[in-house]
């Protein structure tokens, strides 16, 4: 009997939730399948390698068997185009793309045009009448395939080609790149199979690499993120002037403006604009070459906001005029189009006011609070793209590496680079500014800064290296100071810096709206136990709320034991306890409890709360968590009982490889359940302190402390999981004892 792998058709997935999709396929591969089943819309057909495989092949390697499930699949795509892998006459190209459950731009690998060879792309020219467009692809695969997965150095390689490369330079690349891969002993194998197993490990494999490990710290996302792998028929951005490629936003990500928004290059592929190594056009281009296309773009875009009820931010090719869509993910926005966008699809009637609210990140509401302006009379020496909002003064930085040692120091860092790549990561998490001479909107420096907050101005075409640093002609030295206006894309000499004009209307709507809902804008005090209050309202009962449901969801417990449910200190729980009515906590040997009267009032406070709660998003957040509880009890349960000889028993725990495998899991769920959170976070900010202990009980585990599984006397992941589910259950307006019933306790 063969074996059953994780591997899927984007039109063989039914009866999933989003949170499951997104767990199981990768972000990538989930709005691909809602955009395919749910919206109709032009995808090309794939194929999804999922995150439970990426897992399996990083512990113990390629499974056996799963070369014959992944040509199954390939005999799927090939019915549905008519085309093969390997063949001369109609030959199948394939793109091979990564897709974490969150998005993490750049940061790991992809490979395009896979399955060229001297055969393929012969047939390639023949079916197309275009020799120069078949070898453009049999280049880009080579050098794509060399750095991606043989780990050729870029510079080994040298520059890339220019866009109008000939015929004749074309083919002197391709004999190059592969005669430097045979050379290092690292040939690129002409056989597409082999091809296309070694794509997948590589992408596998770069879900581990240092670039995406200083993501996911960046981001807190841990050290465990897989990625799932989309094998999809290639779309051909470079077939002649009625083809093009390009990102589009369905809002303006930095000003959060209502209008569709993105960057284009006709007669290219998609690398080409998402690297930044090519001037692109905006997206308005696109309509004076591809008419059609563009108009069948717009309603795209607001089909996929109006499905995802947010900025939405696509990826697309377009193949001799025919539009194809190739990702859909939530658009990384700055901190003012955060704030706008969330009004406007609040005022649209898309989404309540509550959770417009709940959409804006505290760190979102520090950037708008501290916003800074240019000095009034400064000039501005050079313009670029407004990448990223935002005004700041820094030293120039040209080596990525040296960012975070003068960061360290006090200094703003403005890193100035040709374009970044995601092997500058490291010392973009920790400038203040970007700068570079290419990339404009939807390249990854723009959409890396948007993400985290930072400053930036791209496609600074003045700006040169050689043979010195210089701005229109201005030569400076690293250390020298710049001020960059990311919000108008001008960069100014020296320190052109002085304090901004207050809150923005934007915070300040939210804030009233904040105030009518008793909510807290961007999480502030949302645990109830700041300094800060909502306009309007009382931070207090936001503390009353929140203290009083950890302690009776403890039942007995020490003000220490509470200070650690809510990841606070134990000084400001006691202040918020002390400001309870005398009659609602008790006072008992095993500890604090609430007491009658105090339940009946928290019952009162907790409906008012769910009251205000989305109650059709709370259910679906139900639903996914139910999904993961069913696993997560398996696994308590193989921690707590083993099978020896056929017979159940209690686990000694003396068998420490059986102990590993299960922590094994441990992290693995981990990583399903932070995907969830967000979701439950926007519907209920005070939950918030549920990500700390939960990361904090996957940290003990992972370091091998076994107890933190489900130590009832130890705020462990059992208890933290145990717990949650007592909240979601509130949210979702269920009754405990009815869930049980029906789960079989």
């Known amino acids: 009997m063969s074996v059953q792998f994780p591997v899927y058709d984007l039109d063989h997935i039914h009866d999933c939730s989003s949170s499951e999709l997104r767990q199981r396929l990768g972000g990538k591969g989930a709005g691909l399948v809602e955009m ?21 092949f990083l512990a113990s390697g390629w499974p056996d068997g799963l070369d014959d499930a992944i040509d199954r699949k390939l005999e799927g795509l090939e019915r549905a185009t008519s085309q093969y892998l390997g063949d001369r006459e109609r030959p199948l190209l394939v793109s091979v793309r990564s897709g974490a459950p969150v998005s993490m731009p750049g940061m790991m690998d992809t490979i395009l045009n896979l399955g060229a060879n001297a055969e393929t792309i012969a047939g390639l020219a023949a079916r197309t009448g275009d020799a120069r467009f078949a070898h453009d692809t049999w280049a880009r695969f080579c050098r794509m395939y060399a750095v991606t997965v043989l780990g050729i150095s870029r510079e080994h390689l040298g520059d890339n080609l220019p866009r109008d490369a000939s015929l004749s330079v074309l083919n002197a690349d391709i004999d190059r790149v592969r005669n430097i891969c045979a050379r290092e002993g690292k040939p690129i194998p002409d056989d597409p199979r082999a091809q296309l197993r070694g794509a997948i490990e590589a992408v596998f494999r770069s879900s581990r690499s240092e670039r995406a490990l200083v993501y996911c710290a960046r981001e807190g996302l841990g050290e465990d993120m897989p990625t799932a792998v989309l094998v999809q028929v290639m779309a051909f951005g470079n077939l002649g002037a009625s083809s093009g490629t390009g990102v589009a936003f369905s809002r303006n990500p930095s000003t959060g403006t209502a209008e569709t928004y993105g960057d284009f290059l006709a007669n290219a592929q998609g690398e080409d604009v998402v690297a930044g190594i090519r001037a692109s056009l905006p997206l308005a281009a696109m309509r004076e070459t591809l008419p059609e296309a563009h108009d069948e773009l717009g309603k795209v875009l607001r089909r996929v906001e109006r499905h995802f009820r947010d900025l939405c931010d696509i990826e697309f090719t377009v193949q001799e005029g025919r539009l194809q869509i190739l990702q859909v993910r939530a658009g990384k926005r700055s901190a003012i189009a955060a704030a706008r966008i969330a009004i406007d699809l609040a005022n649209e009637g898309m989404i309540s006011r509550e959770e417009a609210v709940r959409r804006i990140a505290p760190e979102q509401v520090r950037q708008l609070t501290a916003a800074a302006r240019v000095r009034d009379g400064a000039t501005a020496i050079a313009t670029g793209v407004a990448a990223s909002p935002g005004v700041v003064c820094g030293v120039i930085c040209l080596d990525p590496d040296e960012v975070a040692d003068i960061a360290a120091g006090g200094s703003n860092v403005i890193l100035v680079r040709p374009t970044t790549s995601p092997e500058d990561v490291h010392g973009m998490a920790h400038a203040a500014g970007i700068v570079t001479a290419t990339g404009g909107m939807v390249s990854h420096a723009a959409l890396v800064a948007r993400g985290w907050g930072i400053a930036a101005v791209c496609g600074v075409e003045s700006l040169q290296f050689e043979p010195a640093l210089s701005i229109a002609g201005r030569q400076l030295e690293p250390g020298a100071r710049l001020t960059i206006d990311g919000t108008a894309g001008k960069i100014y000499l020296g320190d052109c810096v002085e304090a901004g004009q207050g809150e923005p209307v934007e915070l300040q709507t939210l804030r009233r709206w904040a105030a009518e809902a008793r909510l807290a804008v961007g999480g502030e005090d949302s ?17 009353h709320i929140a203290v009083a449901r950890a302690l009776a969801l403890l039942g007995f417990a020490t003000i220490e034991r509470v200070a650690i449910a809510l990841a606070a200190p134990p000084d400001a729980v006691d202040k918020v306890l002390k400001s309870l009515p005398p009659n609602y906590i008790g006072k008992a040997p095993r500890g604090l409890h609430v007491t009658p009267e105090g339940r009946a009032w ?31 009890k398996q696994l308590v349960t193989d921690w707590q009982i083993k099978l020896v000889d056929g017979n159940r028993v209690p686990n000694d725990h ?15 769920f981990h990583q399903a359940t932070l995907a969830l959170l967000p979701g439950v976070l926007a519907l209920l900010p005070r939950l918030k302190p549920f990500a700390t202990r939960l990361v904090r009980a996957a940290n003990a585990i992972a370091a091998g402390d076994g107890s933190m599984i489900a130590s009832p006397l130890k705020d462990s992941y059992h208890t933290v999981w145990f717990e949650l589910h007592e909240e979601l259950i509130h949210l979702a307006g269920r009754d405990r004892a009815i869930e049980e019933a029906r789960s079989g306790g």
């Open 36 to 56: 395919r089943q749910k919206l109709g819309l032009p995808v090309p057909h794939a194929f999804v390698l999922s995150t439970a495989l990426c897992r399996q």
């Open 527 to 543: 645990a109830g136990l700041g300094t800060g209050a909502v306009e309007g309202g009382s931070s207090s009962d936001m503390g």
């Open 602 to 632: 928290l019952s009162g406070q907790l409906k008012a709360e769910r009251d205000g709660v989305d109650r059709g998003a709370a259910e679906r957040l139900y639903q996914d968590f139910m999904l993961l509880d069913a696993g997560f």
């Open 654 to 668: 003396t068998d420490a490889v059986y102990d590993a495998a299960i922590r094994a899991r441990v992290a693995g």
